[in-house]
């Protein structure tokens, strides 16, 4: 009994080990993809609701800049953005922030 506790124990760890590999190399390719107005993504699980989080801090001096003609870039990247995740099978819930 005892070994088989361990074994689903090292087995469940090391899928919660490739999931949050998976997490962090999403964001760092989100990173790098370079979407003007963004100064970053943040990607993070939320087990409550059992979802990705995926954070986008937009430049806020540039949305101050830009005015009414921010919306299009910040369209176009929430857009974008969404149809690259859609390739994977998991549920993500997309927040805006300004920074």
Partial sequence: MRTLIL???KET???QEVFDD???SLETYANG?????????????????DVI??????D???????????????NH??????QKLAYFPYKFHLY????
Avoid: P, S
């Fill in 33 to 49: 993809i370079g979407y003007g107005g963004v100064k970053k993504i943040v990607l993070d699980y939320n087990e409550v609701m």
């Fill in 7 to 9: 074994q689903i124990l």
């Fill in 60 to 74: 806020k001096n540039l949305a101050i800049k830009k005015g009414l003609a921010f919306n299009k870039i910040r």
């Fill in 77 to 82: 990247v929430i857009y974008d953005f969404g």
């Fill in 22 to 24: 998976f997490v962090l």
């Fill in 13 to 15: 760890t090391r899928e």
């Fill in 53 to 58: 989080e995926c954070n986008i801090f937009f």
């Fill in 96 to 99: 805006e922030h300004y920074e």
